[in-house]
């Protein structure tokens, strides 16, 4: 299985950004589908979740200003992020729950982060 960021760069505050993150290999299902963000010296944190039905959640940093979505033909998820601030500056990951064909259980997958630059 493989997880490919894109969509990451520089912007300037109030900008907006739009991420990709797609999942291809052997996979049977995939459930739950998130965005995390690491800065610097920080731990990494959620930003935004998405179930199989479609269900969201955010972290109150970026409620109103990001939406989670995904397209299941496509084994993708999306972060598209508006309004952004010099504060959102972080390395980007995607973490996607899926079954592997032959396999029953539930295993999460990482992709290798992209860079999002907010400048003020």
């Known amino acids: 299985v493989r997880l490919v960021e894109s969509g990451g760069g520089l912007v300037q505050a109030g900008g907006s950004l739009r991420l990709s993150c797609a999942a291809s290999?052997?996979?049977?299902?995939?459930?739950?589908m998130a965005w995390y963000r690491q800065a610097p010296g920080k731990q990494r944190e959620l930003v935004a979740t998405?179930?199989?039905?479609?269900?969201?959640n955010y972290a109150d940093s970026v409620k109103g200003r990001f939406t989670i979505s995904r397209d299941n033909a496509k084994n993708t998820v999306y972060l598209q992020m508006s309004s952004l601030k010099p504060e959102d500056t972080a390395v980007y990951y995607c973490?996607?729950?899926?079954?592997?064909?032959?396999?029953?259980?539930?295993?999460?997958?990482w992709g290798p982060g992209t860079q999002v630059t907010v400048t003020s």
């Open positions: 998405i179930t199989s039905g479609g269900t969201t």
């Open positions: 290999g052997s996979i049977r299902s995939i459930s739950a």
């Open positions: 973490k996607v729950e899926l079954r592997r064909w032959g396999a029953y259980a539930l295993n999460s997958y």
